[in-house]
């Protein structure tokens, strides 16, 4: 095998690697989310009718950040099944979610395309990958500014 040859099938492998860790990144921090967004208890005042949670502003905080962490975690392997995808194929996927999952391509690179439906999804037009919170701005190619409500960044709370 040439050394040029060698390189890039080095390459390949190490952009593999970085994909199985970060998915296993992302199922971490989804663990983390789906333990940490359970329905908090509800305690009621002795003649009162007025029903309170037990959820403070802290914990609001907490759920954000996993959110937002799990959302870049998402973002990054997507990022990387794109380069992957790139290197193997020397051409940008097509529009769609299909070549990162198998689907069109007949192997996948991801077991399926990554969103948690009630805070954020992504998108690929073939050029740009693209964040979609639920509430605030949506970000082409890049996972949001954390100065500015975009993406990953925005209130997904």
Do not use: K
């Not at 908090?40 to 309170?52: D, E, H, I, K, L």
């Not at 940008?92 to 391509?105: D, F, K, L, Q």
Request: with cysteine.
């Amino acid at each position: 095998m040439s050394t040029s040859r060698r390189f890039h099938a080095d390459r390949g492998a190490s952009l593999l690697g970085l994909l199985i860790v970060l998915m296993v990144l992302g199922v971490m921090a989804a663990v983390a989310v789906s333990a940490v967004s359970t329905t908090a208890p509800q305690a009621t005042t002795p003649n009162s009718s007025v029903t309170t949670t037990s959820m403070g502003e802290s914990n609001i905080a907490a759920i954000q950040t996993a959110l937002t962490a799990t959302c870049i975690a998402d973002y990054q392997t997507l990022s990387t099944a794109l380069q992957v995808y790139t290197t193997l194929h020397s051409a940008n996927p097509p529009a769609g979610t299909s070549w990162a999952t198998g689907i069109e391509s007949g192997s996948s690179l991801i077991q399926s395309w990554p969103s948690d439906p009630g805070h954020f999804t992504f998108t690929w037009n073939g050029s740009a990958l693209g964040v979609v919170p639920v509430r605030g701005t949506a970000s082409r190619g890049s996972d949001g500014s954390a100065g500015a409500a975009s993406g990953c960044y925005a209130s997904m709370s």
